[in-house]
């Protein structure tokens, strides 16, 4: 699986001008699922996605993670932010334009197959405790974001 995993501070998304999934803070996930790919590709990626240190500390410097964000809010009871994960299929990630001026998607999933492990991927994510809202599968999105920092980590379950 390919991921591009951007720290936003606010992100939704739409299908026909409806609001389908929005975060106030945390992470925008890309997801693109790869024809070879497996649940441990996702149960591999939702790891990353859950613990990689990309959010300051108090000194400012990169050190915490969307789980330590979680668990902060968590004991506040005054926070009413949400904070979690929006992710997006996009099998668009899988493009291969090294040849040509058509990029090829050979390297995607099928459909079903992509649908299956990008929802496995959400259930994967949530039963680590965080919170994951979604787009629609197969449909022309409309996303809205604003990038934190900017920062943006691009994560393959295929080079680990």
């Not at 859950?50 to 969307?66: H, W, Y």
């Not at 197959?113 to 039963?127: G, R």
């Amino acid at each position: 699986m390919k991921a591009v995993i951007q720290r936003v501070n606010g992100a939704s998304v739409s299908v026909d001008d409806v609001l389908k999934g929005r975060i106030d803070s945390g992470l925008l996930a890309y997801i693109g699922v790869a024809r070879n790919d497996s649940q441990k590709d996702a149960d591999w990626l939702s790891e990353k996605i859950a613990n990689l240190r990309i959010f300051n500390d108090e000194l400012g410097k990169m050190n915490l993670s969307l789980n330590d964000l979680t668990l902060a809010s968590s004991h506040n009871i005054k926070e009413s932010r949400v904070i979690g994960v929006l992710a997006i299929s996009q099998f668009t990630l899988l493009a291969d334009a090294r040849k040509g001026r058509r990029p090829s998607w050979n390297a995607a999933a099928p459909p079903e197959t992509a649908k299956q492990l990008y929802e496995y991927l959400i259930s994967s994510i949530k039963n680590r405790g965080l919170i994951c809202e979604s787009g629609e599968f197969q449909a022309r999105m409309s996303v809205t974001y604003t990038n934190d920092g900017p920062v943006t980590i691009i994560l393959d379950s295929n080079e680990k």
